[in-house]
């Protein structure tokens, strides 16, 4: 549960009051470092404006999509959205980050090497934001990605976990905001955030800007 670039030198014995009553302090600095790992923005946010929503999910069934039970942090396997309102409701804090994305660049094809980096950028920032709570003391934060983290990391192999075998990025492979039923375009309105829905059957002009997000849980 950790990623090198923030294993600390020293690692402190977990003291749960203490790490509450520093909880938003600590937010604050994870959200600084998510932009120093590469986010082009990112906020601490209470975790109730962290929005579950039963059609997130229910999107990657009608019309369905083609990674849809290939992948174990995929549907049907994901976080049900009664198991994500119940975690959610037992955390104080979140992560919410974006990494901004030229919309033709989201509209090439899964196995496109820039479009596959940024999604990558993303659960590696998920990793180290991870790690850092982790090591703070907060060992229960959890975290959110985006896009299938089979496409994303493993390619055209097949999901490891699937066949009963050890994930081959235990420490980036999670699943993704919208496996998990959260919602992304909510989330990102609350803070601020210009997001564009962007289908494949648009041209690279229709939206303003892109950007694939992440999120952590924080606790």
């Given at each position: 549960?950790?990623?090198?670039?923030?294993?600390?030198?020293?690692?402190?014995?977990?003291?749960?009051?203490?790490?509450?009553?520093?909880?938003?302090?600590?937010?604050?600095?994870?959200?600084?470092?998510?932009?120093?790992?590469?986010?082009?923005a990112?906020?601490?946010?209470?975790?109730?404006?962290?929005?579950?929503?039963?059609?997130?999910?229910?999107?990657?069934?009608?019309?369905?999509?083609?990674?849809?039970?290939?992948?174990?942090?995929?549907?049907?396997?994901?976080?049900?959205?009664?198991?994500?309102?119940?975690?959610?409701?037992?955390?104080?804090?979140?992560?919410?980050?974006?990494?901004?994305?030229?919309?033709?660049?989201?509209?090439?094809?899964?196995?496109?090497?820039?479009?596959?980096?940024?999604?990558?950028?993303?659960?590696?920032?998920?990793?180290?934001?991870?790690?850092?709570?982790?090591?703070?003391?907060?060992?229960?934060?959890?975290?959110?990605?985006?896009?299938?983290?089979?496409?994303?990391?493993?390619?055209?192999?097949?999901?490891?976990?699937?066949?009963?075998q050890?994930?081959?990025?235990?420490?980036?492979?999670?699943?993704?905001?919208?496996?998990?039923?959260?919602?992304?375009?909510?989330?990102?309105?609350?803070?601020?955030?210009?997001?564009?829905?962007?289908?494949?059957s648009?041209?690279?002009?229709?939206?303003?800007?892109?950007?694939?997000?992440?999120?952590?849980?924080?606790?």
């Open positions: 549960m950790c990623a090198e670039s923030c294993v600390p030198d020293k690692v402190a014995k977990v003291d749960h009051p203490m790490a509450q009553a520093k909880l938003a302090i600590d937010a604050g600095r994870y959200a600084e470092l998510a932009v120093s790992l590469g986010a082009s990112a906020s601490a946010i209470p975790a109730s404006d962290v929005v579950v929503d039963d059609r997130v999910a229910f999107k990657c069934r009608i019309p369905k999509c083609w990674e849809y039970g290939i992948c174990a942090n995929c549907p049907p396997h994901s976080p049900s959205p009664d198991e994500m309102r119940h975690l959610v409701g037992q955390f104080e804090q979140a992560i919410a980050f974006k990494i901004d994305v030229a919309p033709e660049v989201l509209l090439r094809d899964r196995d496109d090497k820039e479009r596959v980096g940024a999604y990558r950028k993303v659960f590696e920032i998920v990793g180290g934001i991870e790690a850092a709570a982790f090591y703070d003391g907060h060992y229960l934060s959890v975290g959110f990605g985006a896009g299938s983290c089979k496409t994303v990391l493993c390619g055209k192999q097949d999901c490891a976990v699937l066949k009963l050890e994930c081959r990025q235990p420490l980036k492979a999670r699943p993704s905001m919208e496996a998990s039923s959260l919602n992304a375009f909510l989330i990102a309105e609350k803070l601020g955030w210009a997001m564009y829905p962007i289908g494949r648009m041209g690279p002009d229709c939206a303003g800007s892109g950007a694939v997000m992440g999120l952590v849980l924080i606790g």
